[in-house]
């Protein structure tokens, strides 16, 4: 029976993809898991692997051209089948040509983050809460290749096992949780801002957290993002550590209802419980949540046991 070629929803939000370029010409001979397309989704670009061993057949979507999600775009035939009617594949009307290129041009992934970033925040009363925290603790743990990246996205998936409100989507006029803790991670990229996903972070020792992590920057800022790494966000980081940033007021980054935005450690004088003055390095959290789902309240008690967490005391 003839295996089909789907266009695949990467994303609870995600519509359509375009198809940048076949890999194996119509008619080739192709291996089960081998990749046969190129697709440009709002995330990033993905290959496509054959459902099956076979001859690649009936590639209904030319390159440049979108395809709603579910779409059949061709088969995976055995040497005496046929293609079914190329009618049943896909419909002119699930079948757009993509806009031409304008100034420099700018990427469909760009341009379909724009749309999300606006409707977001057009869309969703976005509650911004800030604290800082003392980094000493952080800092010292840090070494090898464990970053404080990776001690803030294994302190937000603690944290967020007792406060599942922030690990939600607001669906129908209702906060629905998820039961998952996917932490999408914003990465600075030659192409852009990208924010694929570490899914089941609360699962994770940190080592292991540390390893996925520099996995995950690495084909993000190679261009070699898989499927599995752009599923949605339940949560969202945003560190801006690295450049001379003190704090951000990031955009919900949808389904998730709320992100976390990491300003830089900086040396400041601190008064500790003594009242003695001291010099530690200090550096700010900003939780942006969808007001809906997220009230004051319990935006400030997530940050207050997020600090806790991240200086050795939670």
């Known amino acids: 029976m003839a295996a089909e070629v789907i266009m695949p929803q990467l994303g609870m939000i995600q519509t359509d993809a375009c198809l940048l370029e076949w890999l194996r010409a119509d008619g080739d001979d192709v291996a089960e898991g081998e990749p046969v397309a190129l697709i440009a989704t709002d995330k990033a670009d993905v290959e496509i692997e054959s459902p099956a061993a076979g001859i690649l057949s009936g590639l209904a979507v030319e390159p440049g051209q979108s395809a709603a999600v579910g779409t059949v775009i061709a088969y995976v035939l055995a040497p005496s089948e046929r293609a079914p009617d190329p009618a049943g594949v896909a419909a002119p009307s699930q079948v757009v040509a993509a806009p031409p290129a304008a100034d420099p041009p700018v990427s469909r992934a760009r341009r379909v983050m724009a749309q999300r970033m606006a409707e977001s925040f057009r869309t969703a009363p976005h509650l911004a809460v800030e604290t800082s925290f ?37 669906d129908a ?118 007001h809906r789902a997220v009230d004051g309240g319990q935006a400030a008690r997530f940050l207050g046991a997020l600090k806790a967490e991240l200086e050795g005391s939670g």
């Not at 952080?138 to 599942?164: K, N, Q, W």
């Not at 906060?175 to 852009?192: K, Q």
């Open 173 to 290: 006029d209702r906060a629905v949780p998820f039961e998952r803790i996917d932490i999408g991670l914003a990465i600075d990229t030659d192409d852009g801002l990208l924010v694929p996903v570490l899914t089941g972070v609360d699962e994770l020792e940190l080592t292991d957290l540390t390893a996925g992590r520099a996995a995950l920057v690495e084909r993000a800022r190679g261009g070699a993002l898989v499927a599995g790494d752009l599923g949605d966000a339940t949560f969202t980081v945003s560190n801006l550590g690295v450049f001379d940033v003190d704090a951000a007021w990031p955009v919900i980054n949808p389904p998730g209802v709320a992100i976390l935005a990491v300003g830089r450690a900086r040396r400041q004088a601190v008064v500790v419980d003594d009242d003695a003055i001291v010099v530690r390095p200090v550096a700010r959290l900003v939780l942006t949540a969808d």
């Open 134 to 170: 003392d980094a000493t603790a952080a800092l010292a743990a840090c070494g090898d290749r464990t970053t404080v990246t990776d001690l803030v996205l294994h302190a937000v998936a603690v944290v967020l096992r007792d406060h599942r409100s922030l690990n939600a989507t607001f």
